[in-house]
């Protein structure tokens, strides 16, 4: 009867539509992987896409976390699942166990939220602009419910909820729906959550910059006292934002931006940042070893890899017509191309006059028009 049962519950994960056979390059491993959509709003047709990850050993006794990256619009599954805690990181052409994943310890649910961030979507324009910390929270309720569906068998289990900086806001939002509905009918077996890093309170959180950055050398005394009293961080974002920075706004913050330089990584000042020469040689000299130093260039390495069609048919994500090109071993934008009459082109980090900004994308760009010749895909 024991190995009856195995056998069904076996069977019946492998039949699930979800379920990632294998993503490109991935090392062998013993745990299983799906991912997907869950629609959340039928009339706008929105959809949140997720990946799931169960617990390497022994998942039918481990609890379910709901990860939650923050922004507003930072992807779940790139940042956090292959970045931080997941059970995979790219390097190269291949994928290298994380040693130290998450799901050592739980059944970890990434999701792409809100729409439009990462694979989530929608085909109705008008939800892009609706967009609030409310409505996300809403539809993450929604997909919550409706992914028990999907897995039925995890609607008992102790449930999660963890996430960082902006998830600040939105997990303590889906926390309190959920214990309202639960009032209601028990749906959510919630035992807590967990913020990580997180913003609370916009004034203070954003202030706490100046001293951050003059309390470990980054700024002199003269452009703290600036940063402090003439345009702090929050009042900058305000009218960034609103799309009319002021003259004294401007002013601190280049000053700010040539003491910090670009060359020191605003989110760990402790870390160098990632030089695209730097990066090929290490892809070349260790494609399948990960040092026990932060990876520098990992946000490169997961832009590329996730953007690849591959892999976007390996999670089950929508494979639309957009793909980036690459100059100099770094994506130079995006393309699309309509037939044989029209195609668009995208120039990644260029300004409005793009060959000041971006010289070499640009040229390789008019490069390509005048030969008429898609733009080059060399990753």
Known sequence: MLQLCFSMEVESSLAHPDKIVRLPGQPRVGFQQFSGYVTVDEKKHKVLFYYFVEAEIDPASKPLVLWLNGGPGCSSVGVGAFSENGPFRPNGEVLVRNDYSWNREANMLYLETPIGVG??????????????????????????????H??????????????????????????????????????????????????????????????????????????????????????????YYRDSVSPSCSRVMSQVSRETSKFVDKYDVTLDVCISSVLSQSMVLNPQQVSERVDVCVEDKIVNYLNRKDVQKALHALLVGVRRWAVSLQVGGWTQVYGNILAFATIRGASHEAPFSQPERSLMLFKSFLEGKPLPEVF
Request: hydrophobic share 35%; net charge neutral; charged share 20%.
């Open 150 to 239: 999907k897995f039925p068998n995890y609607r008992q289990r102790d449930l999660f909820i963890t996430g960082e900086s902006y998830a600040g806001h939105y997990i303590p939002q889906l926390a309190k729906l959920m214990v309202e509905l639960n009032k209601k009918q028990n749906l959510f077996n919630l035992k807590g959550i967990a913020l990580g890093n997180p913003v609370l309170e916009f004034a203070i959180d954003f202030n706490s910059r100046a001293e951050y950055f003059w309390s470990h050398g980054l700024i002199s005394d003269s452009t703290y006292r600036m940063f402090t009293s003439v345009c702090n961080y929050s009042r900058y974002v305000s009218e």
């Open 119 to 148: 694979f989530s979507y929608s085909t109705n324009s008008s939800s892009y602009v609706a967009v609030d910390d409310e409505t996300t929270a809403r539809d993450n309720l929604v997909f919550l419910q409706r992914w028990y």
